[in-house]
């Protein structure tokens, strides 16, 4: 058995190896306890096979509900740990386990689900309306987050041209690329068409939105075929991105469209 050197109790030794003894099955919280991200405690491994040996049974919680049990246990097995779906007790089956207890009967025709049911394909339906519940809950709050600042007049992503400092708040102006901002304008003001000033700021060497972003926020674009091609280019849509952002004549535009993902629709 492992052997602890030093601990603290509100009890006395023998009294402590006591009520030890009669523990018969453990509550596992799992990250920050028996794993940090994506990485094993050192002692977790030694600690549940010494569980095993004492015939201590355990299991696993959760409280958060956005991933399904299988893919909690794909990552257990990924960090060295065998489970199964019955050492595992999420806030989907807590739910469920709730609404049987107090005799409450959920029903739903389009998703053919039925609570009393012990089916496992409907209880996995409802496991998955508790999932969506909880990732609609959470892009409210970050939809909300965002308004606010819109109501304060905050910026959020500022255009090219000005940068964000994320220390003081403020938005200042890049003077290299607000300098390329401005020759955009004037060009097509002077009658030369996108294609061409994409030309012109590419012969000029100019930068783009895109490696100006590498240097000031250290963020680079994904290494996809496409883009390694087109790196650091400037192109018409480009061009044309500018020309229409309306925040480089003083409006300030909120929540102009919002995106439902989950129904696939779009509202201006």
């Not at 050197?5 to 030794?13: G, I, L, N, P």
């Not at 009669?22 to 994506?38: E, N, P, Q, S």
């Not at 300098?179 to 061409?196: D, H, P, Q, W």
Request: positive net charge.
């Amino acid at each position: 058995m492992m052997q602890f050197h030093r601990y603290r109790s509100v009890w006395e030794h023998e009294e402590l190896l006591g009520r030890l003894g009669r523990i018969r099955h453990v509550a596992l919280d799992m990250d920050g306890t028996i794993y940090m991200g994506g990485s094993l405690f050192p002692w977790t491994g030694a600690f549940l096979s010494e569980l095993r040996e004492l015939g201590i049974g355990y299991s696993f919680l959760t409280n958060n509900p956005s991933k399904s049990i299988a893919d909690y246990l794909h990552k257990l097995d990924t960090l060295g740990i065998k489970a199964s779906r019955d050492e595992m007790y999420t806030t989907a089956l807590a739910t469920i386990d709730y609404l049987r207890e107090h005799d409450v009967r959920v029903l739903s025709a389009t998703e053919n689900i039925d609570t009393f049911n012990e089916n496992d394909d409907l209880i996995i339906g409802f496991k998955g309306l508790v999932n969506d519940f909880y990732a609609r809950d959470g892009s409210r709050r970050v939809r909300t987050g965002y308004r606010q600042k819109q109501k304060e007049g905050l910026v959020t992503i500022p255009p090219f041209g000005y940068f964000k400092d994320k220390n003081t708040k403020k938005v200042v102006i890049v003077e290299e690329a607000a300098e390329t901002v401005r020759l955009i304008f004037t060009a097509y003001v002077g009658g030369s068409g996108m294609k061409t000033i994409a030309r012109t700021l590419n012969e000029q060497k100019r930068k783009t939105p895109a490696l100006m972003q590498l240097e000031l926020l250290n963020k680079s674009l994904p290494n996809t075929q496409d883009v390694i091609l087109k790196k650091y280019l400037w192109d018409a849509t480009m061009i044309a991105r500018i020309l229409r952002d309306e925040s480089y004549v003083g409006t300030l535009i909120c929540h102009k469209s919002e995106r439902n993902k989950i129904n696939k629709t779009c509202h201006l």
